[in-house]
């Protein structure tokens, strides 16, 4: 079987500084896999490149046997593909509701409905306070919206950049959580983090991204217990 | 007493118009970032849009069904007017400096401006009148004629036809941007463009539709001001539509209802100063003054305009 997304030689550039540097990566169904590096790797490239919302200067991507390298951002989430990006980007003068409800924007069913209560469900503190906009949310609050959001299109593909960033440990714990039971909910994700121990523990696949290049890759357990791995990300010496 | 109620009919009308202009600015603002400086133009191409299918299909015929349609001629020219200004001026222009998309506006301006004066009565197959000078515009029954007497106080019918434009358009407005889907995806592009399209809103056609939206009430006003002035002209967009941007700024450029508010408030000051400041500076050749005197003081204590911009928020 083929992988669900494959992206093959992907380089893409800002003006002149190249940012991704020729990368190929695959991800299969019912994986997590995750991308992890340091500052300015180059992940979220990567990630808003696979969305449209930035175009390679070569390489392909492919999503479930369909060339999705030229397709535009806003036709990419009706094929499966949903993207939480960096820095959560809820629309902060819209209700939790209205946010998610846009996350089933490309939706034409009728079960929109049925998933706003699975996502009640996945958090609960979304339901509470479906009213207030969600500007006014903290942190770990955005973070579950924004997730709830992405799952609101119903995705094969779940892509989440950096969900821990800036949480308490607690909540940072709490979003991981998630990661797995939307993971055993049936949902492949493509898991960006620079929380490496957290995201390598539950990673089946994981790629060590520097200054726009695959420097390492291998299994969570494989590169949670590589030295260099240990040295860079994980704070040992 | 009276003097003051009458200002305040006076102050609401021009403010009405004002209003129904300057959402246009304001929504493709809050979209693009972008003023529209041939806005103004599209109030004027409603009018004559109006004018045009009067002569067409009801000349001489001005009984009050006839109206419905005038106005759906005027919303005819100034949305396909809108659209292609858009399609064929601003998007090749979406990544250009700040710039180019302005004096690219000045251009268009000028542009329809110029097609009016000198073609308008040489539209091949209708027999339309020069526009070189005021056009007569028709003045339909029930909309104008003899004016209601309130005690001393003197209420234009078009004063009122004016005024319920203003509410019937930001009802359906709000109905519009808060309770349809595409309304929602305005939303949600005037707020966060990229993390939009993440949601499978397609931005271009949002664009499109902040641009319909805005030609669709500036052609509103450009048949109620028809009504009112009894006569229009190529030129009747430039001055209409400058008060109209400040009126959007004041209110807080981006925020729909801040048009609204800014647009009533800039016609309220406008007829209260003619009215109350006396001795030279009084009287109208004075009111510009004092609009603009305004529109500066709110911008030096409250930059964000009386109800805040909604300009987009990025990460
Ligand atoms: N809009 C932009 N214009 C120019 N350069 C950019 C832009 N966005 C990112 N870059 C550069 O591209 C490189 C990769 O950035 P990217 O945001 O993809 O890194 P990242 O791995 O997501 O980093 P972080 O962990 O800090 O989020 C960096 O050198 C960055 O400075
Ligand atoms: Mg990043």
């Not at chain 1, 003006?15 to 896999?33: H, L, M, P, Q, T």
């Not at chain 1, 946010?99 to 079960?111: S, V």
């Not at chain 2, 246009?24 to 109030?43: R, S, W």
Request: with cysteine.
């Amino acid at each position: 079987m083929s992988p669900m997304l494959e992206v093959k030689d992907l380089e893409v550039a800002y003006g002149k500084i190249r940012a991704v540097k020729g990368i190929s990566f695959d991800v299969n169904e019912g994986e997590v896999v995750t991308l992890i590096g340091t500052n300015g790797a180059g992940k979220t490239t990567t990630l808003r490149t696979i969305s449209g919302l930035l175009r390679p200067s070569s390489g392909s991507i492919r999503f479930k046997d369909q060339d999705i390298t030229t397709v535009p951002a806003h036709d990419i989430v009706q094929l499966g593909l949903a993207h939480s990006p960096e820095g959560r980007r809820i629309f902060p003068r819209l209700s939790v509701q209205e946010n998610l409800l846009l996350g089933a924007f490309a939706r034409k069913d009728k079960e929109v409905t049925n998933d706003l209560q699975a996502a009640y469900a996945l958090f609960p503190i979304l339901e509470e306070r479906r009213n207030q906009p969600a500007g006014t949310f903290s942190g770990g609050e955005q973070q579950m919206l924004a997730m709830g959001r992405a799952m609101m299109s119903r995705p094969q593909l779940l892509m989440l950049d950096e969900p821990s960033m800036g949480l308490s440990p607690l909540m940072m714990k709490r979003i991981m959580t998630t990661v797995t039971t939307l993971q055993q909910q049936g949902t492949t994700i493509l898991l960006v983090e620079q929380n490496a121990q957290a995201a390598l523990k539950r990673a089946t696949k994981g790629y060590v991204l520097e200054v726009g290049s695959i420097v390492l890759s291998g299994t969570g357990a494989e590169l949670l217990s590589s030295d260099d791995v240990r040295k860079a990300y994980l704070g040992e010496s | 007493m009276d003097a003051f109620a009458q200002q305040l009919v006076n102050g609401l009308t021009l403010g009405s118009l004002y209003a129904l202009i300057a959402v246009g600015y304001t929504v493709v603002y809050g979209i693009v970032q972008l003023i529209n400086f041939a806005h103004g133009e599209i109030f004027m191409i409603g009018a004559f849009g109006a004018l045009s299918t009067w002569l067409i299909f009801f000349d001489g015929n001005l009984a009050l069904w006839v109206l419905p349609l005038m106005i759906l001629g005027a919303v005819i020219a100034s949305v396909t007017t809108a659209v292609l200004m858009e399609r064929i001026a601003y998007r090749p222009l979406r990544h250009a400096p700040r710039l180019a998309p302005l004096i690219t506006a000045i251009g268009i301006s000028i542009f329809l401006q110029e097609a009016v004066r000198l073609f308008y009565d040489e539209v091949p197959f209708f027999d339309f009148p020069d526009a070189k000078q005021r056009v007569p515009f028709p003045q339909i029954e029930v909309v104008t004629g003899p004016a209601f007497q309130l005690g001393n106080v003197t209420i234009q019918r078009s004063a009122l036809f004016t005024i319920g434009c203003l509410v019937m358009c930001s009802a359906g407005l709000w109905y519009f941007v808060n309770r349809t889907r595409t309304g929602k995806g305005m939303q949600a592009v005037s707020q966060d463009p990229d993390t939009a399209r993440l949601m499978g809103i397609n931005v271009d056609r949002i664009i499109v539709v902040a641009f319909a939206v805005g030609a669709t009430l500036a052609a509103v006003a450009g048949v109620a001001q028809g009504l009112q002035v009894t006569n229009i002209n190529f030129r009747m967009g430039f001055l209409a539509g400058l008060k109209a941007f400040t009126a959007a700024v004041l209110g807080g450029i981006g925020n729909v209802w801040g048009a609204v508010v800014g647009g009533l408030t800039l016609g309220l000051v406008e007829a209260m100063a003619v009215q109350f400041i006396p001795g030279t500076f009084g009287g109208s050749p004075w009111k510009d003054v004092w609009a603009f005197a305004l529109l500066i003081i709110v911008l030096v204590f409250r930059p964000q305009g009386i109800l805040g911009a909604k300009v987009v928020d990025r990460a």
